[in-house]
């Protein structure tokens, strides 16, 4: 089947519906929509002042009823303990929005490619395009002087992160900096997921840098590697779920760079922390280099955490056959992955 899409790569533009694909924006944006509430307290409030009549009774009172509310994360004394954890769900937040688009094997059956879910289809379309687009310095310039538009309000963010790019792009790998704790890794996976053509069509260099590195690291780590598991955790929406929960057997594709780890425990973290109307995967990857053609690396001295967290990360738009799927505990699944091949049936 995969070869059969490769072969309809001169008809590319005939896919592209622009109802289709802002309907697919749409309801993209709607699952990453996240609520916080923040209530600022006066330190000066106390059972003996006057001026606060039964005031901490109903604060306890609060306390209380908040814990029937699953939607409430904390409650908190101190600054810091509430910037810890938005800084958390910031993470999972980021890690949860690469986008994912599955095939059931009813769609594989069918003769007619045009009849494929459309968002599959647009992506690995996006995939050979991006592999194709241009680099160099004036490519550079473009997306500097974009998010200096884009942050032209966030004085932090230009000084820390956009002018340390323009000025030191060069001393650190492109994978570096996909991996580094700022907006670009959030920016890639958000654009890819909303097909935002601006947004990818200004970072299409650093994409096409961060997939060169990758291929580089994979043909430099292929005498040793052998046959090995990874895992990665992620949180979905209940009709994600259903949907890939009917397609055993389809194919799963991840429309960004996806990152796993060969620790189960470090991919626990993304999926035991669930939402309403969510539930956590924990994908269990199972990749044979001798016959998968998608390059994949391991991040050892190369990631900007120098790799703490045993990462290997795949190229863009990875396509895996989905095998078993065993319920851990409720809410929680277990989901086998196997990396396909462009030969792939």
């Not at 620790?263 to 044979?288: Q, R």
Request: charge should be negative; glycine fraction near 2%.
């Amino acid at each position: 089947m995969l070869n059969d899409f490769n072969s309809t790569n001169a008809n590319k533009k005939s896919y592209i519906n622009p109802e289709i694909q802002a309907n697919e924006r749409c309801r993209s944006k709607s699952r990453i929509v996240q609520n916080f509430i923040i209530i600022w307290l006066d330190p000066d409030i106390d059972e003996v002042n006057v001026k606060f009549p039964d005031s901490i009774a109903r604060l306890r009172s609060i306390q209380t009823w908040t814990k029937e509310w699953t939607k409430v994360n904390g409650i908190f004394t101190q600054a810091e303990q509430i910037c810890s954890l938005l800084k958390d769900n910031v993470k999972q937040c980021d890690h949860n929005t690469i986008p994912i688009s599955i095939v059931s094997v009813d769609d594989l059956s069918k003769p007619n490619l045009n009849e494929l879910e459309p968002l599959f289809m647009y992506s690995q379309i996006l995939k050979e395009i991006l592999l194709e687009m241009a680099s160099g310095e004036h490519a550079e310039k473009e997306l500097v002087q974009f998010w200096r538009e884009q942050y032209y309000d966030n004085a932090s963010v230009l000084k820390k992160i956009v002018d340390e790019f323009e000025q030191d792009y060069h001393r650190h790998t492109p994978i570096w900096w996909h991996t580094r704790d700022c907006f670009i890794y959030s920016m890639i996976n958000r654009a890819l997921q909303t097909m935002d053509t601006e947004i990818i069509i200004k970072m299409g260099f650093f994409l096409l840098a961060v997939h060169q590195q990758i291929q580089e690291l994979h043909r430099q780590q292929s005498n040793t590697r052998v046959p090995l598991t990874v895992y990665r955790g992620q949180t979905i929406s209940n009709s994600e779920f259903q949907k890939l929960s009917n397609s055993k057997g389809g194919l799963l594709s991840f429309n960004s760079f996806m990152s796993t780890s060969v620790d189960p425990e470090v991919a626990n973290v993304f999926c035991s922390n669930l939402e309403p109307n969510t539930t956590g995967i924990l994908f269990k990857i199972e990749i044979d280099p001798s016959f998968s053609s998608i390059p994949f690396a391991l991040l050892t001295n190369v990631s900007y955490f120098f790799d703490q967290e045993k990462e290997i990360l795949f190229s863009t738009h990875a396509i895996f056959r989905i095998g078993e799927m065993i319920e851990i505990e409720n809410r929680l699944w277990h989901v086998q992955l196997i990396l396909t091949t462009d030969n792939d049936k």
